[in-house]
């Protein structure tokens, strides 16, 4: 589920099943990142978020992983609802400066 | 507790007219940041503030583009004179601290410049 090109990429999941949607991410300067979620019509809202001295947290129903090793950055969602389908951003910043955004991943949940 | 607020959300107008965009951000945020969100390009940094002051427009697409921030809680992206091109959905954030902490996104004004 990484973005490429003009088009968004989409994972399609059938409702309880766990969702994973990856981002790769450019910066080897990056310490910070940051999962959003977008709905439909509404701004990017915090999921969760990791620093780079840490390579997994985890929240409710959700958990990040970070690999700095090949820079990858993934969100896994336990037991997907429909209320999960949207697009997801991850986001990096390097030290004190502004989050770059990915181009984002839909989720589908499938009911 | 009332998040960032954004207006107008909806706004179609013709090319060559000025646009004006508002922000009021959450109280007590010290960054606020403007970004353009298309389906080409996904979210653009276009300007961003600290302590109501201009820290790095870089992304402003060119001389059409203007932010103030006249205060804290206040800030306008405008767009004189309009271009279709500039039809997009511009969302305003704002966030405690620039580089911990998440950012605190409006709604979007969504744009159409026919």
């Known amino acids: 589920g990484e973005s490429v090109g003009l088009h968004l990429p989409t994972l399609s999941v059938q409702e309880g099943d766990n969702s994973i949607i990856n981002c790769a991410y450019s910066?080897?300067?990056?310490?910070?990142f940051i999962w959003y979620k977008q709905e439909s019509g509404k701004g990017p809202q915090f999921i969760i978020d990791?620093?780079?001295?840490?390579d997994k947290r985890q929240g409710q129903r959700v958990t990040v992983l970070l690999n700095k090793t090949v820079k990858h950055l993934s969100l896994q969602i336990a037991a997907t609802q429909p209320g999960d389908s949207a697009v997801y951003f991850c986001?990096?910043?390097?030290?004190?400066?502004?989050?770059?955004f990915g181009k984002g991943t839909r989720l589908s949940v499938i009911a | 507790d009332a998040g960032v607020i954004q207006s107008p959300r909806h706004e179609v107008t013709e090319m060559g007219q000025e646009v004006t965009l508002r922000c009021k951000p959450i109280?007590?945020?010290?960054?606020l940041f403007w970004y353009r969100q298309t389906m080409m390009r996904g979210l653009e940094l276009l300007i961003y503030?600290?302590?109501?002051?201009?820290?790095?427009d870089s992304g402003m697409p060119e001389d059409r583009f203007s932010a103030k921030m006249p205060n804290a809680s206040f800030s306008t992206l405008k767009i004189q004179p309009s271009e279709p091109r500039d039809s997009a959905v511009y969302f305003c954030?704002?966030?405690?601290?620039?580089?911990?902490?998440?950012?605190?996104f409006g709604e979007g004004s969504r744009l159409t410049v026919l």
């Open positions: 910066n080897s300067a990056s310490d910070y």
């Open positions: 986001a990096e910043r390097a030290g004190n400066t502004p989050l770059v």
């Open positions: 990791i620093r780079s001295n840490m």
């Open positions: 109280s007590g945020h010290d960054y």
């Open positions: 503030f600290n302590n109501n002051v201009p820290i790095d």
């Open positions: 954030a704002s966030s405690i601290g620039g580089s911990t902490g998440e950012l605190f």
